[in-house]
């Protein structure tokens, strides 16, 4: 069933997004702005996104998938928009070229992060992170070193396997060590989520938003690198005060031992092929990222194909033989939804002149340095993907240095709360307890002091990318 729902999913997505991109040639040119922020409808679309949002931030409690109430909204929303475009006279075409526009943003985006997912699940099936986990376990390192290693893994692994995989993948570690240390793995989770969303900044691969930046045209791919330092002291400085935190205790040693299963290594090799494959043909050529995402997905399956004939030769356990369409269907499928009820309920009420009229009051009234700054806290509170894709819906007149500081902030402003990113609500889930809500906002002062000092850091070390220059798309 898994393998059906699988190819059918690919192939409709598939084929969407070119069935899109010939509609949007064809159809109006001019995305619909009705300008009714005080409508009725208008109002009442806002506290439907309102009130889905609050079911999201209160998964935690309860238990309620964070894709359900948006996508619903969603819907909500966008009747709303056509039963008020109608009524003032604005064509079928108009609203039609308005959806497809944003659903086409988001099939791009859907079937770059499925075959992302799908690489990253592969790996974990191959045991390349267990590998990891269990060579960290057994060195027998003390609770200070394990907090300094995990912290700098975080932040290097990031960037190439993005935050949330490489916050669970840390977080599994410091459980494993920490055997009920409550305090140690509070510490050492808060760490994690720091480091990892320091690290996810720098790259198109680390975090959605960064992703959604570098899809959208804003940021070159090696752009992205000249916030590398500033991200290092968002991590540095509140990971160096934590630190005198942890207790000067020693973890028992432990002898667990993981073997790489077959193709593990050529797998990883594949991975990077193609994240290759995706920058030089997005940068260079002006493809859609999914173009060499797909690519490297499909050659992928084909080695797949061999690895499952090799398994059936050597008589493997069926826990050892390899089908690609059972990790394309261990894809985080609630995340893909979430994005895509979040990112309709946001061009919804773009349709309605919310985002013009807030870039008016933010980016106009008080600066785009001030603005950019809020994003962060905004964020850490609502969390960076509907603020972000708000923010290049509305597109600013901003300069790159102005384009790499809201892309600084969005995804390590999350790291304020533990609720602002997706891998802070993650540890809370996968650390049964020991890292709560209330104890990453013990730290968050601290955590703060980091974000303004990456801030700080950014304009003075790239003072030359604030030229007054604004980015134009082609």
């Not at 240390?181 to 509070?186: E, L, V």
């Not at 997005?282 to 080695?303: D, E, N, R």
């Not at 509305?394 to 891998?423: H, K, N, R, Y």
């Not at 996968?430 to 980091?450: E, R």
Request: net charge neutral; glycine share 8%; charged share 10%.
């Amino acid at each position: 069933m898994i393998n059906v729902f699988s190819k059918s999913l690919l192939f409709i997505s598939t084929f969407l997004i070119s069935s899109l991109a010939f509609s949007a040639e064809q159809g109006s040119s001019s995305l619909l702005n009705l300008n009714m922020i005080l409508s009725a409808p208008a109002i009442f679309s806002l506290v439907t996104f309102t009130i889905a949002y609050f079911f999201v931030m209160t998964e935690e409690f309860s238990h309620l998938r964070k894709s359900k109430p948006v996508v619903v909204a969603s819907g909500i929303i966008w009747m709303a928009v056509v039963i008020t475009a109608t009524k003032n006279g604005i064509s079928y075409d108009s609203i039609n070229y308005t959806f497809r526009h944003v659903f086409l943003e988001f099939a791009e985006l859907f079937m770059f992060l499925l075959v992302a997912m799908t690489f990253i699940n592969t790996m974990t099936e191959r045991n390349v992170f267990q590998r990891l986990r269990a060579w960290l376990v057994t060195r027998g390192f003390d609770y200070r070193k394990i907090f300094i290693i995990t912290g700098i893994l975080s932040f290097f692994i990031s960037p190439i396997a993005d935050n949330l995989t490489t916050a669970l993948l840390m977080c599994a570690v410091v459980m494993a060590v920490g055997k009920g240390n409550k305090k140690f793995i509070c510490l050492a989770c808060i760490n994690i989520v720091v480091a990892a969303n320091a690290g996810g900044a720098f790259s198109p691969f680390g975090d959605i938003t960064t992703l959604m930046v570098w899809q959208k045209g804003v940021i070159p791919f090696f752009g992205f690198f000249s916030i590398f330092v500033p991200s290092v002291v968002n991590y540095i400085v509140p990971a160096a005060i934590m630190y005198f935190a942890i207790p000067k205790e020693n973890p028992e040693k432990s002898s667990e031992e993981v073997v790489l299963k077959d193709g593990a290594i050529v797998t990883i090799i594949l991975f990077l092929l193609t994240i290759t494959l995706t920058v030089i043909s997005h940068q260079k050529y002006h493809l859609p990222t999914t173009f060499g995402m797909i690519t490297g997905l499909g050659v992928l399956s084909i080695y797949g194909f061999f690895l499952k004939k090799k398994s059936l030769k050597t008589n493997s356990t069926i826990e050892e033989k390899f089908d690609i369409f059972k990790q394309v269907g261990k894809a985080e499928w609630d995340t893909l939804f979430f994005f895509y009820g979040v990112l309709m309920c946001v061009g919804g009420l773009s349709a309605f002149g919310y985002l013009s009229y807030t870039a008016e009051v933010t980016y106009i009234d008080l600066g785009p340095t001030v603005a950019n700054i809020l994003v962060g806290i905004f964020s850490a509170i609502v969390d960076n993907i509907p603020v972000m894709y708000a923010v290049l819906t509305m597109f600013p007149e901003m300069d790159q240095g102005q384009w790499l500081l809201a892309t600084l902030t969005a995804v390590v402003g999350g790291s304020m709360l533990s609720i602002g990113s997706a891998a802070g609500v993650a540890l809370m889930g996968q650390s049964k307890g020991n890292y709560t809500f209330f104890g990453h906002l013990k730290w968050t002062p601290v955590i703060a002091l980091g974000y303004a000092a990456s801030i700080y850091i950014h304009i003075l070390y790239n003072s030359d990318k604030f030229d007054n220059i604004p980015i134009v798309l082609g």
